[in-house]
């Protein structure tokens, strides 16, 4: 069964507007970990936040992590095309296992 | 992708055929996973490996087996291969992160297998 689940499964917003995704998980984790994939190609990791942590930065990329929701969300801000991709949230509750949500896609408009 | 490759890239096999995929790294990293991607349903862990000949199940193992007699190699294989094992099959591999303590993992290209 899937521990992390996306909202909304699809967005689609104007370039330049800011895009926020949402991952909800069921059970106590040690990280959060959210993963960009392009059409047709793997996984690229993008940032993690660990479970004690409830903000996250990386260039264009926020992060939140409430714990006591069990809920997480990824802001990018300033889109650009090239954002547009299916983005997917990752819980550990091991230290070496993943499991994936079944992500949201994202699409960018000129 | 950089450092882990799979082969085939696409490959088409007919029902009850056996079928091997090939993860290749030179990363060498002591986790390997393999996964499968099916609309709906996100990725699926298949099995994975932390070192040479340990190995053990994910979620959705039935159906498959895997080796990895080398750091560098973990191979999948489908004794005989069923219409509901098409889909798209992605290789990971993983270590600790020395500043996180956390493992980050990296994928493959993945493998677009079809099963008529």
């Known amino acids: 069964s899937q521990q992390g689940e996306e909202d909304p499964q699809a967005l689609s917003i104007q370039e330049g507007e800011n895009a926020t995704m949402n991952c909800s998980y069921k059970?106590?984790?040690?990280?959060l970990q959210w993963y960009r994939q392009n059409s047709g190609r793997g996984l690229v990791h993008l940032i993690l936040?660990?479970?004690?942590?409830r903000e996250k930065h990386s260039g264009r990329l926020r992060v939140t992590l409430d714990t006591s929701k069990k809920s997480s969300s990824l802001l990018i801000t300033a889109s650009r095309a090239a954002d547009t991709a299916s983005y997917f949230c990752?819980?550990?509750?091991?230290?070496?296992?993943?499991?994936f949500g079944q992500g949201t896609r994202l699409t960018i408009n000129p | 992708d950089a450092g882990i490759t799979q082969s085939p890239r696409h490959k088409v096999t007919e029902t009850g055929t056996p079928v091997t995929l090939r993860c290749h790294q030179t990363?060498?990293?002591?986790?390997m996973y393999w996964y499968r991607q099916d609309p709906g349903h996100g990725l699926r862990l298949i099995h994975y490996?932390?070192?040479?000949?340990?190995?053990d199940k994910g979620e959705v193992s039935d159906g498959y087996s895997v080796s990895r007699s080398k750091t560098e190699d973990f191979l999948l294989t489908l004794e005989s291969a069923t219409s509901s094992q098409t889909s798209v099959y992605f290789c990971?591999?993983?270590?600790?992160?020395?500043?996180?303590?956390?493992?980050?993992?990296?994928f493959g290209p993945g493998t677009r297998l079809t099963v008529t």
């Open positions: 490996s932390y070192g040479v000949k340990d190995t």
């Open positions: 059970t106590s984790i040690n990280n």
């Open positions: 936040i660990r479970s004690n942590e």
């Open positions: 990752a819980t550990a509750q091991g230290a070496q296992k993943l499991v």
């Open positions: 990971a591999i993983s270590e600790s992160n020395t500043r996180t303590g956390s493992y980050e993992q990296y």
């Open positions: 990363e060498n990293h002591r986790y």
